[in-house]
C-alpha cells in the first residue's frame, strides 16, 4: 500500500510552508507529495523550490482547484490519495490513522476523518462530527476506537447535513479515476467539493476517523465563512448534481426542498446586509414556488425600490421579522 498526497494551492505563498511541514511530519510518511500550482503568480514557485526535492511539484495556467486536483490524481503513483488544501494542516497521525481504514477494510472506497476549525493559529475545539444532526452516524459499523464504516450509501444525510472536507479525505485512486475524479462541471463555484462528495457517498465502504486529525484554516481569503455565498454556491451544486446523475434520482424531493432552502436563506442573509443586488439575482434563482411566497417577494420588491427608500424600507421589514420570529 503506498500513499500520495495532492495539494492543489493558488497564491498561498504564506501558508504553504505550514501545510507542507504538517504533511513531511506525518508518523506514516507519504511515498510522494505532489503540489499542484495552478498559476500562481506570488512566491509559491520559490517556496516550492526549497522543498525539493523532499516535494514534487506541477505548474499549470490557472484552471481552478478542482482541475487542479485531478491533475494531482492523474500524476499519483500511490495506491492511496490523500488530498490537503494548501492553507489547512494536518496532525501527525493523520495518514497513518487513514491507511488503518484500509487495512482493516480492504474494500473501501473513501475515508474521511474528522477536523476542527484552526484560526489565528489557534485550533478549535468543536468538531465537526459532533455537530451532525441525530442520527447522522446511525448504521455505523464500527471497527476500532477511532475507526469505522457506513455499508450503505448517505446521500441523503449528505444533503442535510456535510461534514467531509477535502483536506479529511482519502480515496482508492483507482476507485477514484474510474467514478469520475472531482467533478469540474462545478469548477470555480463556491462549494464544489460538495458535488464529488456526494458521488463518494454512492459508494460504499465509506469509511471515517472519528477524530479530529485536521485543521481547516478560516481566513481572509476563503470562501467557507460566507454563509450567504456557500447556501448560494450548495444550490447550484445541488442543481447540477440533480440534472446530471440520474442515479440520484430517489433523492430528487430531499435536493429540490434542500435547494428551495438554501436559496431563500442566501436571500434572507443578502437582505439582512443590503445587498440588494444581490437579493434581486438570488431571487430569480429561486424555484417557483418560494418566489410566491409573502416574504420573497417583499423582499425582491423592496430591492427594486429606490435608493433613498429601500434602506428605511428594508429595516423595517428586518424589525418586523424580529419582532415575529421573538414572538413566535
Known amino acids: 500500500m503506498t500513499i500520495s498526497v ?24 507519504p511515498d510522494e507529495i505532489i503540489v499542484v500550482d495552478d498559476g500562481s503568480e506570488d512566491e509559491t514557485q520559490e517556496v516550492l523550490r526549497s522543498y525539493a526535492p523532499r516535494v514534487r511539484h506541477l505548474r499549470i495556467p490557472n484552471s481552478g482547484e478542482l482541475v ?21 494542516l494536518w496532525r501527525p497521525g493523520f495518514l497513518a490513522a487513514l491507511a488503518a481504514l484500509w487495512q482493516v477494510e ?3 472506497a473513501v475515508g474521511y476523518s474528522d477536523f476542527v476549525i484552526l484560526r489565528d493559529g489557534t485550533w478549535g475545539e468543536a468538531s465537526k462530527f459532533a455537530a451532525a444532526p441525530p442520527g447522522f452516524w446511525d448504521g455505523l459499523r464500527v471497527a476500532g476506537p477511532d475507526l469505522a464504516f457506513f455499508d450503505h450509501p448517505i446521500v441523503d444525510r449528505l444533503i442535510a447535513f456535510q461534514p467531509f472536507f477535502p483536506s479529511c479525505m482519502m480515496v482508492s485512486r483507482d476507485f477514484f479515476i474510474s467514478v469520475g475524479g ?7 463555484i463556491v462549494g ?15 469509511g471515517v476517523v472519528r477524530r479530529p486529525l485536521v485543521g481547516i484554516r478560516k481566513h481572509a481569503g476563503g470562501y467557507s465563512a460566507d454563509v450567504q455565498k456557500m447556501n448560494l454556491g450548495d444550490s ?6 440533480l440534472a446530471t446523475r440520474p442515479s440520484l434520482a430517489p433523492y430528487a424531493d430531499q435536493i429540490r426542498a434542500s435547494i428551495a432552502a ?12 443590503s445587498d440588494f443586488d444581490a437579493v434581486r439575482a438570488i431571487y430569480a434563482e429561486l424555484p417557483p ?40
Request: with cysteine; glycine share 2%; charged share 20%.
Open 192 to 206: 464544489m467539493d460538495f458535488a464529488t462528495t456526494l458521488r463518494m457517498a454512492e459508494h460504499v465502504p465509506f
Open 182 to 188: 472531482w467533478d469540474e462541471a462545478v469548477n470555480r
Open 262 to 273: 438554501r436559496c431563500r436563506a442566501a436571500l434572507d442573509t443578502a437582505f439582512a446586509r
Open 106 to 108: 480492504p474494500r473501501t
Open 6 to 29: 495532492v495539494i492543489p494551492t493558488y497564491n498561498r505563498a504564506s501558508f504553504l510552508p505550514a501545510t507542507l511541514d504538517a504533511v513531511l511530519a506525518q508518523t506514516l510518511p
Open 236 to 241: 447550484r451544486v445541488l442543481r447540477h448534481v
Open 68 to 88: 487542479a486536483r485531478n491533475t494531482g490524481v492523474r500524476a499519483a503513483s500511490g495506491n492511496l490519495v490523500a488530498f490537503c488544501d494548501s492553507d489547512d
Open 289 to 328: 414556488a418560494q418566489q410566491r411566497s409573502l416574504i420573497a417577494r417583499a423582499k425582491f420588491r423592496v430591492s427594486m425600490f429606490p435608493a433613498w427608500l429601500r434602506s428605511p424600507v428594508s429595516a423595517a421589514l428586518l424589525r418586523a421579522g424580529s419582532l415575529r420570529a421573538r414572538w413566535s
